[in-house]
């Protein structure tokens, strides 16, 4: 089973809408989470840290439950530029080494 | 500021031959980071710099790759001699803090035939 694992996708969805992307983690001992994007053949770039109290930027919710070992990404009225692939990233804190999860791919179509 | 810089953005070797690639992270940054994408699979650690000092070097695959960051500053990855397994793309990252949240570099694409 690998450390992290995220819905294998593809997603397609119309503008406008509203999609979830979802992440498990087995390492109990994670501290630090993260949803990174990455467009075709670019540079992962961070998204947001994920916390437990759940957090928002704009269009973008992100939940972590620590209980569960899961984490979410919520993404609102999608637009065009929202499609890309998104990374689920664990850390285990002081350590500095993260995990990545293999990435859902979204497409966003008129 | 200016962000994470990597060098070259593509390099074809043939295998057998030495390949070496730079980064140079955010100015300040202590941490520094090799990540490794190889096609088809995640991103996966290579090892992690807190200054000059290897602080974890778990993910490198095998003696044929030395990263070096002398002086804390830039670093280096030298793959000798190349094999057809290494071709994929080297990511480098950095952040100030262990726990934050990396700034990627665009990454050098690495063939071997």
């Known amino acids: 089973r690998k450390e992290v694992e995220q819905d294998p996708g593809p997603f397609n969805v119309p503008e406008g809408a509203t999609v979830a992307f979802n992440c498990t983690y087995s390492?109990?001992?994670?501290?630090?989470f993260f949803w990174y994007r990455q467009d075709c053949r670019k540079e992962p770039k961070l998204l947001m840290s994920v916390y437990s109290s759940g957090n928002e930027d704009g269009r973008f919710t992100a939940q972590l439950n620590r209980a569960s070992q899961y984490i979410s990404l919520l993404i609102r009225d999608s637009k065009l530029s929202d499609s890309a692939t998104y990374l689920c990233?664990?850390?285990?804190?002081?350590?500095?080494?993260?995990?990545f999860g293999d990435g859902t791919t979204l497409t966003v179509k008129p | 500021e200016a962000g994470v810089t990597q060098f070259p953005s593509h390099s074809v070797i043939e295998k057998g031959q030495t390949v070496t690639l730079r980064c140079d992270p955010i100015s300040g940054h202590d941490n520094l980071y090799w990540y490794r994408r190889v096609m088809g699979k995640e991103i996966k650690f290579l090892l992690h710099f807190v200054k000059e000092s290897k602080q974890d070097e778990s993910g490198m695959p095998n003696n044929r790759f030395l990263a070096e960051r002398t002086g804390g500053t830039y670093s280096t990855l030298k793959v000798q001699p190349a094999e057809l397994e290494d071709s994929g793309v080297y990511f480098c990252?950095?952040?100030?803090?262990?726990?934050?949240?990396?700034?990627f570099g665009s990454g050098t694409r690495l063939t071997v035939v």
């Open positions: 990233v664990v850390n285990r804190g002081n350590a500095g080494k993260s995990t």
């Open positions: 390492n109990s001992a994670s501290q630090s």
């Open positions: 990252a950095s952040s100030q803090q262990a726990r934050d949240g990396y700034t």
